[in-house]
């Protein structure tokens, strides 16, 4: 069965190796419009915090369901100014899930406070709400759930126990651009929420960038302000800011790559849809969405118990894959500081020893999915 992909193949030839991810087709898909921005902007003369970025920030805004958008120089950036708008100082304590990226972490360490893990459910890797309460304390602030691999979290749930104990929510977004929670988009769930514009993201940059949206206008406008050097008006800082700003040329690209997003959010269910199909009855453990929930799959993770040999396999057999996440953050040096040692968040621990990345872009062909199916049904 072979149907044709609305973007061009990445990868015609039978067995040519199947990179772990070809952001080439996406490019191609918008050619002419970015080519068009970039060009634009360079003719402009004006490069920063301009019309182009106005323009992103709105048609962004529109797209997750929030009445604003704020953009900023990364995704890191854009979590730790949205939990300083939010009051996050010195002293406090962020609730983060014990098996994300480590920017989730760092973003809370960079405002001075201090992140407080939570284990995850084992089968949807996202925050387990059900262990939230006990990580509760007089010094907590906010909550800081994590859409892991595209999934949302289940914000339902999180923002009850945020609403019982009177604290905010700021969600990372960074790999869930177009992902849907119960018919709403991800982006308009938390206080604040969080993105990444990196250029391996669903919806990524030619370099990096990020972005805030939600409907709180105060906490908004302090994000504004904190972009900027702390300055509503040039040369006068209310609060001591950062220079966080997503550029013109990042804010442009963006805007000419946002139209197509809907339609590859759709594909890449299509091809996670086949992968799930293919791999049935093979033992691993493959991905779960609950009912009610639209996965932006940024990636398709699977669980195996021989993960690396696993691995080693499929290069042989030229599949690329990757593993998200090697080392959990409370097991890196950089938080030897917490004296978190082996075995303080066992479900994470186990995760990070079993879990593969398998290929999975818009513009993957139908062939390059059986093959990988092929390819792992016999390796694993
Ligand atoms: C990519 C990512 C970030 C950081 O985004 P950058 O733009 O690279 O700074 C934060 N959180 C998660 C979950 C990510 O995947």
């Known amino acids: 069965m072979t149907t044709t992909s609305p973007l061009s193949p990445s990868n015609a030839v039978a067995d040519a190796p199947i990179p772990f991810l070809d952001l080439q087709p996406v490019y191609r898909a918008a050619k002419a419009d970015i080519d068009a921005a970039l060009l634009r902007v360079a003719g402009s003369g004006w490069f920063l915090l301009g019309e182009e970025l106005k323009a992103f920030e709105r048609a962004y805004a529109q797209s997750v369901g929030a009445a604003d958008c704020a953009g900023v120089a990364n995704g890191l950036d854009a979590l730790a100014l949205g939990l300083e708008a939010l009051g996050v100082g010195p002293g406090d304590e962020v609730i983060v899930p014990s098996n994300t990226y480590i920017a989730t972490w760092l973003a809370v360490s960079q405002c001075g406070a201090t992140p407080v893990p939570v284990e995850p459910d084992p089968r949807t890797y996202n925050l387990d709400p059900a262990r939230i309460e006990a990580a509760i304390t007089p010094r907590t602030k906010v909550l800081l759930p994590v859409h892991l691999y595209g999934l949302p979290a289940d914000m339902g749930a999180i923002n009850l126990i945020a609403e019982r104990h009177g604290l905010k929510v700021l969600d990372d977004c960074a790999q869930a651009h177009a992902a849907m929670y119960h018919g709403r988009p991800v982006g308009s769930l938390a206080d604040l929420s969080a993105w990444s514009f990196y250029p391996g993201k669903n919806l990524g940059a030619m370099g990096d960038g990020g972005g805030v949206t939600g409907n709180?206008?105060?906490?908004?406008?302090?994000?504004?302000?904190?972009?900027?050097?702390?300055?509503?008006?040039?040369?006068?800082?209310?609060?001591k800011g950062r220079n966080s700003r997503l550029d013109e040329i990042?804010?442009?690209?963006?805007?000419?790559?946002?139209?197509?997003?809907?339609?590859?959010?759709?594909?890449?269910?299509?091809?996670?849809?086949?992968?799930?199909?293919?791999?049935?009855?093979?033992?691993?453990?493959?991905?779960?969405?609950?009912?009610?929930?639209?996965?932006?799959?940024?990636?398709?993770?699977?669980?195996?118990?021989?993960?690396?040999?696993?691995?080693a396999d499929l290069a042989k057999q030229g599949i690329g894959t990757l593993i998200h996440y090697p080392v959990p953050p409370h097991r890196q040096p950089a938080y030897a500081e917490l004296g978190l040692g082996e075995g303080a968040f066992p479900i994470s621990e186990a995760m990070h020893q079993r879990v593969l990345s398998l290929p999975l872009w818009p513009g993957m062909t139908d062939a390059q999915v059986e093959r990988v199916v092929k390819a792992v049904r016999s390796a694993a």
């Open 216 to 239: 709180d206008a105060a906490a908004m406008a302090r994000v504004r302000v904190l972009r900027n050097y702390g300055s509503k008006v040039k040369y006068h800082n209310e609060v």
């Open 250 to 311: 990042q804010a442009a690209v963006l805007a000419a790559k946002l139209p197509l997003l809907q339609a590859q959010t759709e594909e890449r269910r299509r091809l996670a849809a086949m992968l799930l199909d293919g791999l049935a009855g093979v033992p691993l453990q493959l991905p779960v969405v609950p009912e009610g929930l639209d996965s932006a799959w940024h990636l398709f993770v699977v669980q195996h118990e021989a993960r690396d040999r696993l691995q």
